[in-house]
């Protein structure tokens, strides 16, 4: 493990204009570095560096990240590989050496035990008659069982004592193959069809597993190991890239069986998520490859629940030159059934009927709700904000928020500027009494959130105001700020005060918001807010919840004394009446002063 400490430390001393440079032809405009886009074809520049945030972003196809990111999706290093890059340029020494040949021993390790289980998986599929004929059942061909290293794991409690000569060794638990519960060992997999997952490179880093008949779980996969992330991992990618090339697209199913039965009816681009749902890095994994992402999906309750999840992983990191598509299949149907009841045509003609990345925004809106309801209509318009808020400030979220305005009939200026994306004309901070006095609590919140992240700094200045607005509450947003004021913060003194964007970035990978941290990121490289108005809109925004929880706290402190009256609650009521006055009189003496 590469201390974070040595990792921001790193960032603040590389430059990474000088590191996209030897790659990338940049140019100077305003305080960023322009250029052509090395990740999509483009013709004038809409690829950004950021000398001062230590970030890059395409407003075009959507990449961006820091110079370690930017290694990575360039050159193809691995996390590790790109900082060691980096440190050899600016001649540090990466403090990780003996951890790093512990976990890559432990690596190598846990990949040959998966190799030795996979191939015993194989052997056992032509053992058995009953898995065969599950096979033969499900219209899959030899050929084809070979092709993606079908399997089977046979119905007894330890059939892995004969493929490992050791099978009370530990790599056996940490792959995920056994389960060792109160001094019991057991095969994870038992009486199952065995689907191996594959990394791009084709090792086998996990298994899905199917039961033969009626019995519950009907599927399960290998547990989280330090090999296998089911949300950065998709099935059949290994096998089907070069027909995701090819064909110019990639068909996002479901299911296993959705894969391999099209893949042998000559759709090979297919892939599908692993138990879980489409995430935004396996999105960008397959737009790194085509142009071109269709989500097909069934079309009962749970189809469209996976294709609204789609549309949400899908918005964030898609750009101009992508495309993204969604079919949802008629009810009752998949890929697998379909293919096998008409062939790769019965596939083909659904596809046909995939609606457009426009098109299904406003359908799934739409689901459940009347669009000749102006109730319907404005849940709709607060419900499309923080999806397109999500997105690059590039021509597709222009075009997408035309046409959210003509379907919910709304002039495209008045969904900006309830969407807060019409930029002010005043490019410098104005009077407290000129701004938005009304502003929902979530959207002042979104703002601090923002500018956190653009001004790691800015963390520790404000940090009492952060500890009093949102290390108190549990809905998402102030989990986000808490979340980004200790990262920004650190345990280390100085800390804060070096912190680049990029490198806070680095510092939140792996957070659970980490795509609407990178969303927002996208946002203000286009808005570029200095650090005098970013300090401004925090000191404002702080301001307005601290009114708002005064208010409440005073509304609170009433009620409890209408409810039950005594000298107690209206001493209560009263210092809660005191304390919002005085906050309320100093927003009027703010409003006084004239502009700066």
């Known amino acids: 493990m590469i201390p974070q400490s040595f990792i921001q430390d790193l960032l603040a001393r590389v430059d990474i204009v000088e590191v996209i440079g030897r790659f990338v032809q940049l140019k100077k405009g305003g305080q960023n570095f322009l250029g052509l886009c090395p990740f999509h074809s483009e013709k004038s520049p809409s690829f950004t560096v950021s000398p001062g945030k230590q970030f890059f972003h395409c407003f075009g196809c959507g990449a961006h990240g820091s110079a370690i990111g930017f290694l990575m999706e360039h050159r193809g290093y691995n996390y590790v590989e790109a900082i060691r890059e980096l440190a050899q340029q600016v001649g540090m020494q990466v403090p990780e050496s003996r951890d790093r040949d512990r976990d890559g021993g432990k690596a190598a390790a846990l990949s040959e035990v998966l190799k030795v289980a996979s191939d015993y998986y194989r052997g056992q599929l032509k053992e058995s008659p009953a898995a065969i004929e599950y ?9 084809t069982a070979a092709q993606f290293g079908l399997g089977y794991a046979p119905d007894a409690w330890q059939p892995l004592r004969a493929a490992f000569e050791r099978y009370d060794d ?13 001094g019991k060992r057991y095969d994870r997999f038992r009486g199952r069809i065995m689907f191996p997952i594959r990394n791009p490179r084709g090792s086998v880093i996990g298994f899905g597993a199917r039961v033969l008949g009626s019995g519950e779980p009907k599927y399960l996969n290998s547990p989280e190991t330090p090999l296998f992330r089911k949300g950065q991992e998709l099935y059949g990618l290994h096998e089907g890239r070069e ?5 110019g ?17 000559g759709v090979g681009e297919a892939v599908a998520a692993l138990g879980t749902a489409i995430s935004s890095t396996h999105v960008s994994s397959l737009l790194r490859l085509t142009d071109h992402v269709i989500f097909a999906f069934d079309g009962d309750a749970a189809g469209r629940k996976a294709a609204r999840r789609a549309l949400e992983a899908t918005l964030p990191v898609i750009g101009d030159t992508k495309r ?31 609606l457009s990345l426009s098109r299904f925004l406003i359908t799934a809106l739409a689901w459940g709700r009347s ?44 969904l900006e500027a309830l969407y807060g994306l019409r930029r002010p004309r005043a490019a410098r901070p104005v009077a407290f009494a000129r701004r938005t006095p009304h502003a929902e609590v979530g959207d002042l919140k979104r703002r601090v959130l923002q500018q956190l992240l653009t001004h790691p700094p800015l963390a520790r200045e404000f940090a009492r105001q952060i500890t009093a607005e949102s290390l108190r509450d549990t809905e998402a947003i102030d989990l986000e700020i808490a979340e980004v004021w200790r990262a920004a913060t650190g345990p280390e003194p100085g800390t804060a005060a ?5 490198a806070l970035l680095e510092a939140l990978q792996s957070s659970a918001f980490v795509d609407e941290y990178r969303a927002l990121a996208a946002q203000e490289m286009e808005l570029d807010t200095d650090v005098d108005t970013a300090r401004q809109v925090l000191e404002e925004a702080f301001h307005k919840l601290r009114l708002r929880r005064l208010e409440a706290e005073r509304q609170e402190r009433l009620a409890d004394y209408e ?7 209206l001493d209560a009521y009263q210092a809660a009446d005191r304390a919002y006055m005085a906050a309320r009189n100093q927003s009027s003496q703010d409003a006084a002063r004239p502009a700066p």
């Not at 027909?243 to 064909?247: F, P, V």
């Not at 697209?249 to 009816?265: H, M, N």
């Not at 409810?563 to 609650?569: A, F, G, K, Y």
């Open 243 to 247: 027909s995701i090339r090819g064909a």
């Open 498 to 502: 070096v912190m680049s964007h990029g």
């Open 371 to 414: 669009l000749g309801s102006p109730e319907d209509r404005a849940e709709m318009v607060a419900e499309a904000k923080p999806l397109l808020l999500s997105m690059p400030a590039a021509a597709l979220r222009l075009q997408l928020l035309r046409v959210l305005a003509d379907a919910m009939r709304t002039p495209l200026e008045d």
């Open 135 to 143: 096979l033969k059942g499900r219209g899959i061909t030899g050929a």
């Open 563 to 569: 409810r039950e009256p005594s000298p107690q609650r």
């Open 170 to 182: 530990s790599a056996l638990v940490e792959a995920g193959l056994v389960i060792a519960d109160e």
């Open 324 to 354: 993204a598509s969604f079919l949802l299949l008629p009810e009752g149907e998949d890929p697998d059934s379909l293919v096998r009841r008409g062939g790769a045509a019965a596939f083909a003609s659904q596809l046909e009927q995939a």
């Open 249 to 265: 697209r990639a068909i996002v199913c479901e299911g296993y069986l959705d894969v391999i039965q099209l893949s042998q009816a």
